[in-house]
Each structure stands twice: as structure tokens, then as C-alpha cells.
């Protein structure tokens, strides 16, 4: 079994930046692709970025040039560096980890951008 825990989640004012970290643990042995997707109050859970184990990256159009994602391999670990944050990136995180073909989801964290 695999365990998905994300972290960094708070309250930003517009312009400012985050740093999402989610960490997988337990029985991990190869990860295929991590990824952040985001849900707002109402709407369907969205895409945001994901990281292949290769290191290709694919972004929502909605956050490139804005956010990161990367990863520490070594630690299972995967980041989300958000910056230039707007009211409308005000969602719950999630991390999904792709492990053999499975997907395992984190609880969220959330993030609410407001002045």
C-alpha cells in the first residue's frame, strides 16, 4: 500500500508564492508519474501539473510560466513551486501518485489566495 501526504497549503495574498510538497510512502518501488490537480469550491477537480519518471513535465495552460513541478526521487517526493499566485488558483491540492499502473490520491491541501 501506498501513502500520499501533501503539505504547504495556507493563505497567500495576489502575487505572492507557495511551495507544495507531497511525499509518497509505504511499499513504493517505482513511481510512474506524479502529478497536482486542483479542485475549487463547485467546480470538477482539474489537472494542474504532472512529472513523469523520466522527467517530462505537462502543465494546465492556466499556471505555465507560473508554476513548478518537480521532483526529489531519492525521497519520493514531488513539488509544486506556485508563483504569481491569483484569487482564481484558490482551490484544494491534490497529489496523485501513478505506482504499477495504480493511482493513489492525498487528502488535499488547501490553498486560498486573498488579499
Known amino acids: 500500500q501506498v501513502q500520499v501526504v501533501e503539505s504547504g497549503g495556507g493563505l497567500v495574498q495576489p502575487g505572492g508564492s507557495l511551495r507544495l510538497s507531497c511525499v509518497a510512502s509505504?511499499?513504493?518501488?517505482?513511481?510512474?508519474?506524479m502529478g497536482w490537480y486542483r479542485q475549487a469550491p463547485g467546480k470538477e477537480r482539474d489537472l494542474v501539473a504532472t512529472?513523469?519518471?523520466?522527467?517530462?513535465?505537462n502543465y494546465a495552460d492556466s499556471v505555465k510560466g507560473r508554476f513548478t513541478i518537480s521532483t526529489d526521487n531519492a525521497k519520493n517526493t514531488v513539488y509544486l513551486q506556485m508563483n504569481s499566485l491569483k484569487p482564481e488558483d484558490t482551490a484544494v491540492y491534490y497529489c496523485?501518485?501513478?505506482?504499477?499502473?495504480?493511482?493513489?490520491w492525498g487528502k488535499g491541501t488547501l490553498v486560498t489566495v486573498s488579499s
Open positions: 512529472i513523469t519518471s523520466g522527467g517530462s513535465t
Open positions: 496523485r501518485i501513478m505506482h504499477y499502473g495504480i493511482q493513489y
Open positions: 509505504g511499499r513504493v518501488f517505482s513511481i510512474d508519474t
